[in-house]
């Protein structure tokens, strides 16, 4: 079994200021990762994806996340954010058996203001 | 791009009415979906479906049932609607043997059981 905790459920931050959505993970077997947005009165929509290899890894709309293995963290960055990257972010994580059904993280509320 | 579509957005239904959620998916996908939304919950997985007619329960299946009798439908069932299943349901699509493969979603129908 595999668990996901979002420590923040809600981050302000000013527009232009850089951003970071923490990640913790939890799972007895190998993972993949990602992370998903939905902006508001839509479905979500993938932002970026770990499967294997480099731990950093980039994704759409200026996002980037890192894989760390020894503190099971996937942590979410952008450097400079918009108005417009409002939205809702979920971290899942999914075994790597074939059958294995991805878990989400209860969210964290990305709030840009002006 | 793969569009998943769900046939109601908005649905007002009565306590104890049945209820039908309907999702249909065009990019010939083998496994469906469903998970039910709720503020500071995440996403929460219901039922999902590998193949026509096969089905499995999710995290919460109890008080829906799942439908899929085509390979590009997925129904979901509240037999006894109940004011608890008032919640954002949300449909989404992947394709098989590809477990790393990401999830395509539809926009949500938000139920309302009164």
């Known amino acids: 079994a595999q668990s996901v905790t979002q420590l923040d459920s809600q981050v302000p931050v000013f527009e232009e200021a850089p951003v970071e959505l923490r990640c913790n993970y939890s799972?007895?077997?190998?993972?993949?990762l990602f992370w998903y947005v939905q902006y508001p009165n839509q479905g979500l929509q993938l932002l970026l994806k770990?499967?294997?290899?480099?731990?950093l890894v980039k994704g759409i709309n200026g996002f980037e996340a890192e894989f760390n293995k020894s503190q099971t963290s996937f942590h979410l960055r952008k450097p400079s954010v918009h108005i417009s990257d409002t939205a809702e972010y979920f971290c899942?994580?999914?075994?790597?058996?074939?059958?294995?059904?991805?878990?989400f993280g209860k969210g964290t509320m990305l709030l840009v203001s002006p | 791009d793969v569009k998943v579509t769900q046939s109601s957005r908005y649905l007002v239904k009565r306590t104890g009415e049945k209820v039908f959620l309907e999702c249909v998916q065009d990019?010939?996908?083998?496994?469906m979906f469903w998970y039910r939304q709720d503020p500071g919950l995440g996403l929460r997985l219901i039922y999902f479906?590998?193949?026509?007619?096969?089905?499995e329960k999710g995290d919460i299946p109890e008080g829906y049932s799942v439908s899929r009798e085509k390979k590009e439908r997925f129904s979901l069932i509240l037999e006894s609607a109940s004011t608890n299943q008032t919640s954002m349901y949300l449909c989404?699509?992947?394709?098989?043997?590809?477990?790393?493969?990401?999830?395509?979603f539809g926009n949500g129908t938000r139920l309302t059981v009164t």
């Open positions: 899942a994580v999914r075994g790597d058996s074939g059958y294995s059904t991805l878990t």
């Open positions: 799972s007895s077997v190998s993972v993949y």
């Open positions: 990019m010939d996908h083998e496994n």
């Open positions: 770990y499967l294997s290899g480099s731990t």
């Open positions: 989404a699509s992947s394709l098989q043997g590809h477990y790393n493969s990401p999830l395509h």
């Open positions: 479906s590998y193949d026509v007619k096969m089905k």
